[in-house]
């Protein structure tokens, strides 16, 4: 297949590689010479896609790491570097923010450039490491010796399939590839397509280790990929499950496919309100819709919580004897939540079953007998059982009192989410939600889950 019109698309024109290029320069040439003016003893350094020719058009935010002697203590490093950093956001006259990774760090946006400052340590191996962020100097360093031109091509080629299949991206809303694992598998395989051919072959816990360090046994994780520059660390940590076998199952549709153009364009999809009620309803199911405020935390906490708190509602409803069928949570990220529950089953009968000890348990059995009543107990294979009252019948009762301050700790539930939940859930019904344009695109998605891995 001919990629260059695609290459076209999804590169960055060289008007706009040049003008990152000019103001990575410029930002790096203003730090050092702010050091060399502060007597500050750091180096500074352009690191991820950008400095490495694999940032897909439009999406090329620049890093910039003021990386530290060794020997610097930690609470230096954080005070001069943002020092640094905020003497820079000045200068440029840009707007910043403060994020947390390893160490505090500041994104500055600066005219139509993002621009994260981040203070490191000036580590040369992975044994030197003190955090996480000191290895992406030595991944960027490690991705620029091993790429050609050529092999860029093919990492943009490869980050835009897995973007518009929906699963590229490691930060946990998504699940995905990260952008340096997508990079090393370019360099294991060599191009794209041979990359989606490989892909078909993995099996669960497949190992890549480019530089043969051999600690690939160390993890237990869908895809094992050394880190070239640290034999403890697997690239492919965050890549959950579900993404890595949405991959491989792309990756078959993709290679067989008449119409391969259409797996580097996102769906041209106008989204019919409804139409997707139709769908939703054709199901014939009930679905519970929970929406609640969320406070302001960071996207990598919040989803997180929000992912916990579904999943254990709801096994614990299907603990209960209702039967879930289906259950997601999705949010605007600005203030609201909602988990979404379809039930196979909301309503049960008004007594239920009380097991209890097998007939040979002499003890256990007098036991039961007492507490319940001989007359009320009879046998169910060779267990003693009671017939009870159930507390709740319906699953929306039973849901509002699980979102109590008295029983909310009977479920896991975020722990920056837990007081916005009890104070401001309410049920709303799917017409209301699909009439929010943040949450009809997750109506569509929870219908149409393969739509993405498919063309």
Not at 18 to 39: A, R, Y
Not at 70 to 84: A, C, F, M, N, R
Not at 218 to 237: C, K, Q, S, W, Y
Request: hydrophobic share 35%.
């Amino acid at each position: 297949m001919d990629y260059g019109p695609i290459l076209k698309d999804i590169k960055p024109t060289e008007t706009e590689q040049q003008e990152l290029d000019e103001m990575s320069k410029k930002l790096v040439s203003f730090i050092e010479q702010t050091c060399q003016k502060e007597n500050i003893d750091a180096k500074v350094e352009v690191v991820g896609s950008v400095a490495k020719h694999t940032a897909l058009k439009g999406k090329s935010d620049i890093d910039v790491f003021i990386a530290f002697p060794l020997d610097v203590d930690e609470s230096t490093l954080k005070d001069k570097g943002l020092y640094l950093a905020h003497e820079c956001n000045d200068h440029f006259g840009g707007k910043a923010s403060h994020h947390f990774a390893s160490h505090p760090y500041v994104t500055s946006q600066i005219g139509d450039f993002e621009v994260d400052l981040v203070p490191c340590y000036a580590i040369e191996d992975g044994s030197q490491l003190k955090s996480a962020v000191d290895r992406t100097i030595l991944h960027t360093r490690y991705v620029k010796g091993k790429l050609t031109p050529e092999g860029c091509d093919e990492v943009l080629l490869l980050k835009r399939f897995m973007d518009v299949t929906g699963t590229y991206g490691s930060e946990f809303k998504v699940g995905g590839f990260a952008g340096y694992l997508c990079e090393l598998l370019i360099i294991k395989y060599g191009s794209f397509e041979e990359t989606l051919r490989q892909a078909t072959t993995w099996q669960n816990g497949h190992i890549i280790d480019l530089e043969g360090y051999g600690t690939g046994g160390n993890f237990n994780d869908p895809l094992i990929v050394i880190d070239p520059t640290d034999e403890n660390r697997n690239v492919g940590a965050a890549l959950r499950l579900n993404k890595f076998a949405e991959f491989i199952q792309s990756a078959r549709n993709y290679l067989s496919s008449d119409n391969k153009k259409d797996y580097f364009y996102h769906l041209d999809k106008p989204l019919d309100k409804d139409e997707i009620l139709n769908e939703l309803d054709k199901r014939g199911s009930e679905f519970i819709a929970i929406k609640f405020d969320i406070p302001e935390i960071p996207l990598d906490t919040l989803h997180p919580q929000l992912k916990m708190t579904t999943e254990s509602l709801a096994e614990k409803i299907d603990n209960e004897e209702f039967n879930v069928f289906k259950a997601d949570y999705a949010s605007n990220e600005v203030d609201s939540s909602v988990i979404l529950l379809e039930m196979a089953s909301s309503k049960l009968n008004a007594i239920k079953v009380n097991k209890g000890p097998k007939v040979y348990l002499n003890k256990a059995c007098n036991n039961f007998t007492t507490k319940y009543g001989a007359s009320n107990c009879h046998i169910e294979g060779d267990f003693l059982v009671h017939m009870q009252k159930r507390e709740f019948s319906s699953v929306i009762d039973f849901i509002k009192d699980i979102f109590t301050q008295k029983n909310i700790s009977k479920i896991k539930v975020g722990k920056n989410i837990k007081e916005n939940i009890i104070e401001t859930y309410e049920f709303v019904t799917l017409d209301e939600l699909a009439g929010d344009e943040d949450y009809l695109q997750f109506l569509d998605d929870f219908i149409n889950p393969s739509q993405y891995i498919v063309r």
